[in-house]
């Protein structure tokens, strides 16, 4: 293991730079059009250049300029050993969702050269940035373990943005390229091996970004005890992995006004403990920890960029394992809110694990709200299967500015009820309540088990077991990771900037 961690994961973001709109002299070239355009401009120009090349193959494969799709043509002509028509859809139809798309298709087209550019010839100049994003996000690789294919991924190793206003594009992008960073380091955190990954490690590397600026605390096992956290040592206590805390503050509102929390499920492996879970698919558990890596990704790109906002985030860190040692189903326990709890299923652990630490963070930082992510129960891909997380929430003024967060960002949310009837399925013959409330309503009982560690505070929960690992790639998002939650999350806080 210590000859694993020695080895460094190279970092997969290709080098963005930004030009005006002009002919590249060769490598890839991208052209991002409208469907609705009149195919002026820099596609113009290339066509010309190509003796036509560009009009007649889209004319041959009857390319449509649909959004999302694209249509390659290799060596053309005028030097260029590719260009790639992307679709855009109608102009009036261009989101910064799907102008990030276009960016990940275009990317992915031109990942095997070692050179290209994207054109935004006639794309509104806030687009551009998160044209950039996209194409940022899907040329992401992680190869830390490979040692016999490290060249079969993308090559490209400089992409330029071609704009008719490149230094505008250039400023704009520093916001961005900080998220992009920060959708990295979730992604890479996730995709760790949970021998490699364990809570001790976790916490090391969240303390690693003292250096943009972040407070960084770290909780062990006896602060955790005098805190009363028995909800979330009882998760850990079966495994030979030390659990940990971590509190991630960035004061950018340069006060000591309230902050804005957000809280992560960290189990960075889940066996089940003694309700074992099945054998096929359990080496899926190492991203169990995905809310924690969400939260960690989102407080480096808010540092990065500087947001003028004072942020907590909140992990907590745990392994689940099987152990003489392990909890029992029907063990009590105490939390840090001084409500017991009766554990029938050891499996439902991430609940436990966030009881102890939304509590704390209630407790501790009074913040204007509070948002958990976790992946939290199977039910709720059931319900959502893999394009939407679920939203519970007890605030409607944060519901909805989280679901118009996740509209804008393209990391959707369907919000799900929370209910006294649901609440009353939690009741236990011995303790203040059960972990699990039976198969039915399964992510709402837990919603609604969480809601009682929150009070008065205006909270919102989201499901993201069935979004934080892609089994399939996306334009912008490869098969694995997705780090589904920085860029909604991100987006949220800037609507609390903005105010």
């Not at 005098?226 to 805390?245: C, I, Y």
């Not at 924690?292 to 407080?299: K, P, Q, R, S, Y």
């Not at 040692?325 to 001084?338: C, E, H, K, T």
Request: charged share 20%; net charge negative.
């Amino acid at each position: 293991m210590k000859d694993l961690q020695k080895d460094s994961q190279r970092d997969p973001a290709t080098e963005i730079s930004f030009s005006g709109l002009a002919l590249p002299a060769g490598g890839a070239l991208a052209l991002p059009e409208f469907a609705d355009s009149d195919r002026s401009g820099l596609f113009s120009a290339v066509n010309e250049a190509t003796g036509g090349a560009i009009a007649r193959a889209a004319e041959a494969a009857s390319f449509s300029f649909r959004s999302g799709t694209s249509c390659t043509i290799l060596a053309p002509g005028a030097g260029l050993d590719r260009v790639v028509l992307v679709g855009l859809g109608n102009k009036g139809d261009l989101t910064e969702a799907l102008a990030e798309r276009a960016g990940g298709v275009a990317a992915l087209a031109m990942a095997m050269h070692s050179e290209a550019a994207i054109s935004t010839d006639g794309i509104d100049a806030a687009l551009v940035p998160l044209i950039a994003l996209g194409a940022s996000l899907g040329l992401y690789r992680f190869d830390r373990y490979r040692t016999t294919d490290r060249e079969d991924g993308p090559k490209l190793a400089a992409l330029t943005i071609l704009s008719s206003n490149p230094e505008t594009a250039r400023t704009a992008w520093t916001s961005w390229e900080a998220v992009a960073r920060g959708v990295t380091l979730t992604r890479n955190l996730v995709t760790e091996p949970a021998n490699i990954l364990t809570p001790v490690a976790f916490a090391n590397r969240a303390e690693e970004l003292r250096d943009l600026g972040l407070t960084v605390e770290v909780f062990d096992r006896p602060a955790m005890e005098k805190l009363g956290f028995g909800a979330l040592l009882g998760v850990a206590q079966g495994s030979s992995n030390e659990p940990r805390m971590v509190v991630l503050r960035w004061n950018g509102a340069g006060d000591d006004s309230a902050p804005l929390a957000f809280v992560g499920k960290g189990v960075t492996f889940d066996s089940g403990g003694i309700s074992i879970k099945p054998a096929a698919g359990m080496e899926d558990m190492k991203w169990d920890m995905g809310g924690a890596g969400v939260v960690t990704g989102l407080l480096s790109a808010l540092a990065r960029r500087k947001a003028k906002v004072n942020v907590v985030g909140l992990l907590g860190l745990v392994e689940n394992m099987v152990s003489g040692n392990a909890q029992r189903p029907g063990d009590v326990v105490r939390s840090a809110s001084g409500q017991t709890i009766e554990v029938l299923n050891t499996d439902a652990e991430g609940r436990l694990v966030l009881a102890d630490v939304i509590w704390y963070a209630r407790e501790t930082f009074r913040p204007r709200f509070m948002v958990d992510l976790a992946t939290l129960t199977g039910a709720i891909i059931v319900g959502l299967g893999h394009e939407y997380a679920g939203l519970f929430s007890n605030d409607d003024t944060l519901a909805a500015n989280l679901t118009a967060a996740g509209q804008i960002s393209g990391e959707k949310l369907w919000r799900m009820p929370l209910a006294e009837e649901y609440d009353q399925l939690l009741k236990s013959d011995i303790a203040d309540m059960k972990n699990i409330g039976g198969r039915p309503a399964g992510s709402i009982t837990a919603a609604q088990f969480l809601q009682r560690f929150v009070g008065d505070t205006p909270w919102a929960h989201l499901d993201i077991a069935g979004v934080t690992w892609a089994s399939k790639a996306k334009p912008g998002s490869p098969k694995g990771a997705t780090a589904f939650g920085v860029r909604l999350l991100d987006r949220l806080v800037r609507q609390y900037e903005a105010g």
